[in-house]
């Protein structure tokens, strides 16, 4: 029996959002979910229009409204661009979600040999991107609005997986900047945090050649991921939505992994130690 739908399961109705590379991957799973509770969604996206149309497609199947909005994050003047055109659209946000991944296969390269080049590539797109995003949305920010930006706990904590170097240094740049804007922008109610997505089906992982993608998700679900399974976008959308609810207005400058309890496993213990 379908329900009929009630303000409360449009929590975000009336609430304006943008989430950049919002067209595929974790970004539609987070436009999706929050769409579906009533927001209006602004889907950046850098190459592929047809998928941030299709994306667009689906928000208004929700019966939502949104707009799709080109823009390459690593450049400050489209920042600028996008932003005209949020406050042509939209008038003023509530939701902003720094998701965008940038060219990560150009730039994966272990501590030793990555390059300058990809080393200054990494950081236009990420650590600069959402410096430069923060300070752009936060005038067309209201009072009690949301930040959200996207990371990965073992690339911003760890160190094993070397060709990530580029990228988990700057997510861990990302994390502390969440923690410094969550304090300077606190006296208007606005909050700022990281979710740090899982090794995630249906995003990047899936443009990796075949045989890795499988031995990836083989390993999640031998036992390595305690609920058996790789992290969904649809799974980052539900905690960024709840993120963004009223009732989070109190969590602030956190990093939250969103990772089915993997991060939680020890690598120093043999797996069949650690089943319940
Ligand atoms: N996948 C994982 O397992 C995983 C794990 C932890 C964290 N994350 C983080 O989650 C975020 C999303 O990753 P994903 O795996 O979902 O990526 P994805 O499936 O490859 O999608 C990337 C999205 O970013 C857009 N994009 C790429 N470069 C851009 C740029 N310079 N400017 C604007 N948009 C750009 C793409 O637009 P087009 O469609 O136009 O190309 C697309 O919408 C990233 O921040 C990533 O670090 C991912």
Redesign the pocket.
């Known amino acids: 029996m379908t329900q009929p739908q009630t303000n409360a399961s449009r929590p975000l109705q009336g609430k304006f959002a943008l989430v950049?590379?919002?067209?595929?991957?974790?970004?539609?799973?987070i436009v999706l979910k929050l769409a579906e509770r009533g927001a209006a969604v602004a889907?950046?996206?850098?190459?592929?229009?047809a998928?941030?149309r299709d994306t667009l497609a689906k928000v208004r199947a929700h019966g939502a409204e949104g707009f799709v909005v080109?823009?390459?994050?690593?450049?400050p003047e489209?920042w600028a661009s996008m932003a005209v055109q949020v406050r042509e659209q939209f008038g003023a946000l509530d939701i902003f979600v720094?998701?965008?991944?940038?060219?990560?296969l150009g730039f994966m390269s272990p501590p030793m040999q990555v390059t300058m080049a990809q080393w200054d590539e990494s950081f236009q797109?990420?650590s600069r991107?959402f410096f430069v995003g923060v300070r752009e949305m936060a005038s067309l920010l209201r009072e009690r609005g949301r930040i959200v930006?996207?990371?990965?706990?073992p690339?911003s904590h760890l160190g094993g997986f070397l060709p990530y170097f580029a990228?988990g240094t700057n997510?861990a740049a990302q994390e502390a900047m969440c923690r410094y804007f969550a304090l300077a922008l606190a006296p208007r109610g606005i909050t700022v945090n990281a979710v740090?997505?899982?090794?995630?089906?249906?995003?990047?992982?899936?443009?990796l050649p075949k045989e890795a993608q499988e031995a990836m998700f083989a390993w999640l679900r031998s036992g390595w991921s305690p609920m058996g399974r790789?992290?969904l976008?649809a799974d980052?959308g539900g905690a960024v939505a709840a993120l963004c609810s009223e009732d989070a207005g109190w969590i602030t400058g956190q990093t939250i992994v969103v990772?089915g309890g993997a991060s939680l496993m020890s690598p120093e213990v043999p797996l069949d130690f650690q089943r319940p």
């Open positions: 950049t590379g919002g067209s595929r991957g974790i970004g539609r799973g889907i950046n996206y850098i190459k592929d229009e998928a941030a080109r823009a390459d994050v690593a450049r489209e720094s998701n965008a991944l940038g060219n990560l797109c990420q991107a930006n996207l990371s990965y706990w690339g990228m997510k740090c997505a899982g090794i995630t089906d249906d995003s990047i992982v899936n443009s790789p992290t976008p980052l990772d």
